[in-house]
């Protein structure tokens, strides 16, 4: 049996300090990721917008209504890749977060 020594109050004071500098490391962590999770949103957004322009640029260039149908087409293709490419971006991000947050919690650094 392992001897303990210090009185109880000394251990369960000590224990809660270390909860507590575990609980501000893991706030500060969070605020850092919640900042790089939005600059991240709004790479994605200004990305989704500039090639909307484009699109809509080439359709207003457009000899007739069939090239103004494939590059309406080739857009919203073009858009349903990127939007699943970006949704498994913020995924990944938001694991990533919790395995992080999860770690500080639990005393690994």
């Known amino acids: 049996m392992e001897e303990r020594t210090g ?7 000590a224990a809660m300090q270390e909860a507590g500098e575990r609980m501000r490391a893991a706030g500060s962590q969070m605020a ?3 900042s790089q999770f939005s600059l991240r949103i709004l790479s994605q957004a200004e990305a989704n917008t500039q090639e909307a322009f484009k699109a809509m ?3 207003a260039q457009a000899n007739d209504v069939n090239e103004v149908m494939r590059i ?5 293709r073009d858009q349903g890749a ?3 490419a970006q949704a498994r971006e913020v995924g990944e991000l ?11 919690m639990g005393g690994s650094r």
């Open 7 to 13: 009185n109880p109050a000394d251990r369960a004071t």
């Open 82 to 84: 990127r939007s699943m």
């Open 57 to 59: 640029r080439a359709a």
């Open 72 to 76: 309406q087409s080739g857009y919203l």
């Open 32 to 34: 850092d990721h919640g």
């Open 94 to 104: 938001i694991a990533e977060f919790g395995r992080n947050a999860v770690g500080q």
